[in-house]
């Protein structure tokens, strides 16, 4: 209390001495009013000397998360485009092999028919062949049968 004491006797000689201003009620309840402002000022000063290393503190920790998870964000980013540019390669590769097996199927395939084609002309000859020879047979017999017919 003592302090207080202090403070509030100086700040009335302080409101005394202003404009040569005489002892007095006015001069007292200016000076009542500079003490309550200047203890204010005070306790505000108290507070923000107590907060501002807490307040900096606090944005510094916020301020080290945020580039923590930008950091995390862009590994996850960079390990997707890697594992998108993996996928897209072996996809690639397997398209490249469908083609391959596809155009080699084709090939197997216009084999297969070509033969097919081979052995069709083959019965078609050999058919031709033997329907001939049938012929003449018939034709053969026919002429026998009309010789013996003539007897």
């Known amino acids: 209390m003592n302090q207080h004491a202090d403070i509030s006797t100086d700040e009335y000689n302080k409101?005394?001495?202003?404009?040569?201003?005489?002892?007095?009620?006015?001069?007292?309840?200016?000076?009542?009013?500079?003490?309550?402002?200047?203890?204010?000022?005070?306790?505000?000063?108290?507070?923000?000397?107590?907060?501002g290393p807490k307040y900096e503190e606090g944005k510094s920790k916020?301020?080290?998360?945020?580039?923590?998870?930008?950091?995390?964000?862009?590994?996850?980013t960079a390990y997707g485009k890697e594992k998108l540019n993996e996928l897209a390669k072996k996809g690639d590769e397997y398209t490249k092999?469908?083609?391959?097996?596809?155009?080699e199927l084709q090939k197997e395939g216009?084999?297969?028919?070509?033969?097919?084609?081979?052995?069709g002309d083959e019965y078609a000859g050999k058919?031709?062949?033997?329907?001939?020879?049938?012929?003449?047979?018939?034709?053969k017999k026919a002429e026998q049968a009309k010789q013996k017919a003539q007897k």
């Open 127 to 139: 058919a031709e062949a033997k329907a001939g020879e049938v012929q003449k047979e018939g034709e």
């Open 62 to 76: 916020a301020n080290h998360y945020a580039k923590q998870a930008q950091d995390t964000a862009d590994e996850y």
């Open 97 to 103: 092999q469908a083609q391959n097996k596809a155009g």
């Open 15 to 51: 409101t005394a001495s202003h404009k040569s201003r005489n002892a007095g009620l006015s001069t007292l309840l200016l000076a009542l009013i500079s003490t309550q402002l200047k203890l204010a000022s005070d306790f505000f000063q108290l507070i923000a000397d107590f907060l």
């Open 110 to 119: 216009e084999k297969g028919v070509e033969q097919a084609k081979k052995k």
